[in-house]
């Protein structure tokens, strides 16, 4: 004899209720968060530290690591005002991090926040920190299968930011084949090839961001 | 590694519910993940696996619907549907 209990009950994620709260927090004071996945080394601190001076004022920057503040002394540097968390162990940030951070870290007067997540293209897609958008970095010198092997970070991204470009003479890898893997995840999704170094693609990503930004308002 | 804090959950709402059936084992249950949680299939089966032995539902089958994203409120929630008790 077997009995089968229906349900219908829903499960959800550890931090979900927190993110949709900081969601409606950052939505309150106009702020719109970009949550910036990518492996270590894939040039999201450079990226911001290229985007930085275009947004002074008018922008902040959370960082993620598991140990040091380098990233934010790099990003004050840069011009824009920063917070480091230190994850200690964790793989990820959590919306409970950012609730924390924020206990501290003063959000008044922005519009803009990006959040750069622990290096690592896996987790970082599970977690939900309030932000309106996930971007993926992906680097032309770690190899273009990456979008294919990591369709999730792929899947929950906005846009695929391809960085290091002005390396790309030096390096076997086709930007057509990132750009149809990722797409693969989500069609139509817009890929912005980058460089911190000689500032291409720059300006194109930071005005689909703000597009984005005021889409959304 | 998130697929273990979902198999946590999943399995607390599986004993409650099997609960009221103190006899019964549990032999299957059925789940529908949205595409944003981004579950790994293999990896909430094998969490699950480890965090149920010596419970009731040891030894369950885990049937897991991955749906496709939709822009509605199931893309970013783990349903269970049905939980199948033996005797
Ligand atoms: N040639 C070149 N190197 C870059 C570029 N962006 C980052 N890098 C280098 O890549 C390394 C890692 O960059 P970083 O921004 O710290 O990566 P993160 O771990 O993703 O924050 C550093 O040595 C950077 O100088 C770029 O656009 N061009
Ligand atoms: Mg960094």
Known sequence: MSKTIKLEQKVQAKGHELAAELRELFRSKGIFVVNLIGSPGSGKTTL???IAPKVRG?????E???ATDVDKRRIEEA???AHQINTV???HLDAMMVRDALETFSIEGIDLLFIENVGNLVCPASFELGEDIKVAVVSVTEGDDKPAKYPKAMRVASALIVTKADLLPHVRCDIDRMTRDAREQVPDMPVFVTSAEDGQGVDDLLAWILERARARA | MHEMSFAEEV??????????YPDARIGRVRVRVGALLAIEP???RFSLEAISLDTPAEGAELEIIEEPLDGGAGDGA???EEIELSE
């Open chain 2, 42 to 44: 293999a990896s909430l």
């Open chain 2, 11 to 20: 399995l607390d709402v599986v004993l409650r519910e099997a609960s009221a």
């Open chain 2, 78 to 80: 783990l349903t269970i």
């Open chain 1, 48 to 50: 911001l530290q290229a």
């Open chain 1, 64 to 66: 993620g690591d598991l």
């Open chain 1, 89 to 91: 162990g964790a793989c």
């Open chain 1, 58 to 62: 008018r922008a902040a920057v959370i």
């Open chain 1, 79 to 81: 011009g824009l005002r």
